[in-house]
């Protein structure tokens, strides 16, 4: 199978399933981000040297997850997942690496379930994020493929082009706009403002993570998805972007 091929197929499988989750299924985000968490968690401490995440990184992911699912004892799961961060922060230098970006690719997703849970947000404005990336990211290859000349991080990502960057965002921005009745809620001023943070943070997440994979000296994250990479590998965007759009989000249309 032709590398682009396969890379096409896993991407639809991929989409189908975020997308289906949340328009049909919405019952089961929580379980679908506790898998993507527990995933690029995995791969995080993989890139800081681990073969298996160490046990007290694996109570801070366990603590953070029942304080979502049992808010109730919210008290008493953070605590644990305190006291195994106090543990993992004074063990050795690794181990803080590790812990810094455990925290950091798990706590997009469940920020995104809590506040599903309070009816801060819906299922659809999780869509609204994953579409929004989808473009950006759909823009940038196409626009950086044609007119890219000017690298963005050279250093970090020498593929991606300034060119790319703005095509993706313009495209994000122009077709997010647009009245799809999913997002009825969204004024269309707020939608683009929305969109252009999103595709904005979104290529910042892709660049840390690129800095991270630089760094640990390993072109992807993982292997669970052929032509793609790992979990880390396509939801880097995301991580970053959710909790920026959720902030705008929230300031709007909560406060």
């Known amino acids: ?13 991929y989409v189908l399933i975020v997308v289906g989750t949340i328009v049909f ?10 898998i993507f ?9 993989a890139l800081c040297g681990y073969k298996k ?6 109570i801070v992911w366990l603590g953070i997850w029942l304080s979502v699912i049992f808010p109730y004892f919210a008290l008493y799961t953070l605590s ?22 455990s925290v950091y690719v798990i706590q997009p997703f469940a920020l995104a379930v809590y506040t ?38 050279p250093k970090i990502s ?20 647009l009245p799809f009745p999913f997002f009825s809620d969204f004024e269309t001023l707020h939608k683009l403002m929305a969109a252009g943070l999103i595709a904005i943070s979104a290529t ?17 994250s993982g292997k669970i998805m052929p032509g793609h990479g790992g979990a880390f590998d396509r939801l880097d965007s995301f991580i970053f972007a959710l909790p920026i759009a959720l902030f705008f989000y929230i300031n709007i249309y909560h406060l």
């Open 80 to 101: 644990l997942s305190g006291l195994a961060s106090v543990y993992s922060l004074l063990a050795n230098k690794q181990s803080r690496k590790a812990w810094i970006k």
């Open 53 to 58: 995440p160490p046990a007290s990184l694996w």
């Open 116 to 153: 599903l849970q309070i009816d801060w947000i819906t299922p659809y404005f999780l869509l609204f994020v994953f579409m929004t990336i989808w473009l950006n990211d759909t823009g940038a290859y196409l626009s950086g493929k044609k007119f890219g000349k000017r690298l963005l991080a």
């Open 204 to 220: 910042l997440g892709d660049l840390i993570q690129s800095r991270m994979k630089r760094k640990a000296g390993v072109k992807d």
């Open 158 to 177: 020498p593929k991606k082009t300034w060119e790319g960057f703005v095509g993706g965002s313009i495209l994000a921005m122009l077709i997010m706009i």
């Open 1 to 13: 199978m032709g590398e682009l091929i396969k890379r096409g197929l896993f991407g639809g499988i």
């Open 37 to 45: 968490s527990v995933m690029c968690f995995s791969e995080t401490t």
């Open 25 to 34: 299924l919405p019952a089961l985000i929580p379980a679908l981000f506790a």
